[in-house]
């Protein structure tokens, strides 16, 4: 095996790594729907997001630091700063939309599967911005996973809701924040990166819920559970995967589009812990982006070429 052969196999390895980390970021990211949705009964949403990411910070920091992890510099600081302020945007748009939910709508499929419209939106700024050319694997998994949000998202109106439209904006966040992640995640420590970002999101939640809102003591003693859940699993543990899994992923689109399966795990929580319901244009709606997805992780020109020559 030459060193040509050699590169093309640690590329892969390191893909197939990436995409069982993002796989696993995504499954966390689904269920913590459910608990964003119980948070939001007690608490105000600059108050869920800015504890969760100071727990999510708290969890990560001694962790960064017994591994030898924590490698303050430029780089790590800038790229942290910056990923920290997109996602403190992000995250409470998300939560506000995710909080004008009503009673009768599916709160957790419905959110988590506009949310993963990132997929749409990193893609097309990849290309814009850096001029990173897609495959069309990609594009097609793009157009497959759109319509399949559009099932489970637009009514009889073809209208979105004002909720619908508050966690679409924190959708084009997150697309950004995928986006400066890739930039940074190269040259960056991860576990550093993660560390920043989280406690920059989370000082500026912290900050805002004092001027915006009234948390109380005992509200949060009532969210305590979930705050734990999306603090800890959510937030700290989750991100650092995302991070750590685009550092292997080579195309940022293809690892949006294996984050978007929080989508799918956030109607399965919706099902399980919430007692949702989906319909089943929503469910063919979940089949779909299920399967680009899968089709995303796929080089179609490779298997054409074996095909014919297995003809041959």
Known sequence: MNSTDNAKTNIRKNNLTGSFMLLLTSLIWGFAFSFQVEAAKYLQPITINGIRMMLGFLTLLPIAVATKNLVINKKSAVGGILCGICLFVASILQQLGVGMYSKTEAAAGKSGFISALYIVFVPFLSFALFKIKLKKSILISVVLALIGMYLLCVKKDVMLSSADIFVLISAMCYA??????????????????????????????????????????????????????????????????????????????????????????????????LGERLTLKEFIGCILVFVAVILAQMDIKSLFRKKSQLIK
Do not use: W
């Not at 805002?208 to 009532?222: G, L």
């Not at 937030?235 to 080579?250: D, E, F, N, P």
């Not at 195309?251 to 795990?265: D, G, H």
């Open 176 to 273: 950004a924040h995928i986006l400066i992640v890739d930039r940074f995640v190269k040259v960056a420590n991860p576990l550093t990166l993660s560390c920043f970002q989280l406690f920059v999101c989370g000082l500026l939640g912290i900050t805002a819920m004092f001027i915006f809102e009234t948390p109380t003591i005992a509200n949060i003693k009532s969210a305590l559970f979930p705050l734990v859940f999306v603090g800890v699993f959510s937030s700290g543990i989750a991100y650092t995967l995302q991070l750590t899994g685009q550092k292997r992923i080579t195309e940022p689109a293809a690892a949006s589009l294996l984050m978007s399966l929080e989508s799918v795990f956030a109607a399965i929580s919706g099902f399980l812990l």
